[in-house]
């Protein structure tokens, strides 16, 4: 098959575009990111601290990116048959737990604030937030392009997007306050933001732990899949059906299928198709029965 050898390697050549793209987003992120948390400080705006939390997150889920494609590249050695996919996953986690930190700390600072929010500086609030805007929006040109086809950029993607409306509203703020000296809305737009980081933080925290688990992936429906391997030509019966993920794109199934009249190879390439094209799932484990074992035995007594 010609076009399929075509296909793995422009995959290979987007991969690598890929970790560039991921590279010149993650150092604009980074360099913005100290240059926010220094602002903050010198304008005494939590919201600008807040949003530089975002940025935090945003670098993270880049940097985390990049060492999922580099560390996807690295073959597997005996003693980790997986080779160190997984690597992603605790990095995500890790992820996940530094943003509820961070995002405890802001509501704790919010509310020693509530009572007697400080002086800030609007004009500087405004100036930082302003460019961090700029930046987001050249990361994510910069990603658009492969977000379609990466799962890993184009969680990237979301990052800075979500950040760019973080953003938004440190500036929106800054204008605020600018106007009518409440500085308390500085506050406020600190806590939205930490409002905001958090769904996606439990979201991230929940299908690592799942993945970490060996749970069956978010994606993946197991009654429908349970029906589409029922529905195959010569399936009797299916059982010890497992379905688990090494990385959030290296999702596994084992199951025995009962299908005494079937011919095999073609059951097995046509479940491997239906597999892979309608599951996305890569590796496949597959025995197919001639004779009812006795677990299947066993289920038709009770």
């Known amino acids: 098959m010609g076009g399929q050898h075509s296909h793995d390697h422009s995959h290979a050549v987007v991969t690598e ?28 705006s939590l919201a600008l601290l807040s949003d530089a939390a975002h940025m935090f997150t945003d670098a993270a ?17 005996n003693k980790r048959t997986f080779g160190y996919q997984r690597f992603e996953i605790l990095a995500a986690l890790f992820n996940a737990l530094m943003l509820f930190v961070v995002a405890i700390y802001i509501l704790y600072e919010a509310y020693i604030r509530f009572s007697k929010p400080p002086e800030i500086q609007s004009v ?18 910069i990603l658009m392009s492969s977000a379609n086809n990466s799962l890993n950029v184009k969680g990237a993607y979301l990052e800075v997007l979500s950040d760019a409306l973080g953003s938004v ?9 600018y106007f009518t000296n409440w500085y308390w809305v500085d506050t406020i737009i600190a806590v939205l933001i930490g409002f905001w980081v958090l769904p996606r933080t439990w979201v ?34 299916i059982h010890q059906l497992k379905v688990w993920a090494i990385s959030s794109k290296n999702i596994h199934l084992a199951v025995h299928l009962y299908a005494p009249q079937a011919e095999r190879n ?3 390439d046509e479940a491997t198709e239906m597999l892979t094209h309608r599951y996305g799932i890569r590796q496949v484990t597959l025995q197919i029965e001639e004779n009812p074992c006795h677990s299947h035995e066993h289920l038709h007594q009770h």
């Open 169 to 177: 509203g440190v500036i929106i703020g800054a204008v605020v306050i």
């Open 17 to 44: 575009g890929n970790a560039k793209k991921l590279m010149i987003a993650l150092a604009l992120t980074s360099t913005f990111l100290i240059v926010e948390v220094v602002a903050g400080l010198i304008t005494q």
């Open 204 to 237: 991230l925290l929940k299908q690592s732990i799942n993945i970490l688990l060996e749970g069956v992936p978010d994606e993946i429906d197991i009654e429908a899949l349970r029906q589409d391997l029922l529905s195959l030509e010569g399936v009797e019966s």
């Open 61 to 77: 889920a880049l940097a985390i990116a990049l060492v999922a494609i580099q560390i996807a590249k690295r073959p597997a050695d």
């Open 266 to 268: 073609h059951l097995y």
């Open 124 to 141: 500087g609030m405004l100036i930082v937030a302003t460019i961090g805007l700029v930046i987001n929006l050249i990361s994510m040109k």
